[in-house]
């Protein structure tokens, strides 16, 4: 109907909701103009995420983090997934960060990526 009509929206999904949002705008979108504002690069971010609305938004961010209980799909694009679910999985990522600022991360996406 949004597109018969031509309202200029989109359907997004984020697990079992819908979202309709106007065409140009989503979390990636919200991301670069943030981004823009603070004179920083996608590559200094790190994302986290757990459902469809964040797949284009993971997929700018120089390190994706899905959580434990995300879609497969947002894992499977994903450079780490946390051992916990939800907010324990971003405690998690906090951890990581405040502990080694996600060098123990890197060495395992050097190591997984090396593999052929």
Do not use: Y
């Not at 590559?43 to 961010?61: H, I, K």
């Not at 123990?104 to 990526?113: G, K």
Request: aromatic share 2%; charged share 25%; net charge negative.
């Amino acid at each position: 109907m949004i597109r018969e009509l031509g309202l200029g929206l989109q359907v997004i999904l984020n697990k079992g909701s819908v979202m309709v949002l106007p065409a140009s705008v989503d979390k990636a979108t919200g991301l670069a103009e943030a981004l823009k504002e603070l004179s920083l690069s996608p590559q200094s971010v790190v994302g986290v995420g757990d459902a469809e609305n964040d797949r284009t938004f993971l997929a700018v961010c120089g390190r994706s983090v899905a959580v434990a209980n995300a879609l497969d799909a947002v894992k499977e694009r994903a450079d780490f997934v946390t051992q916990g679910r939800s907010s324990a999985g971003v405690r998690e990522l906090i951890e990581l960060l405040v502990t080694d600022d996600l060098q123990s991360l890197d060495a395992t996406l050097a190591q997984r990526r090396a593999v052929p």
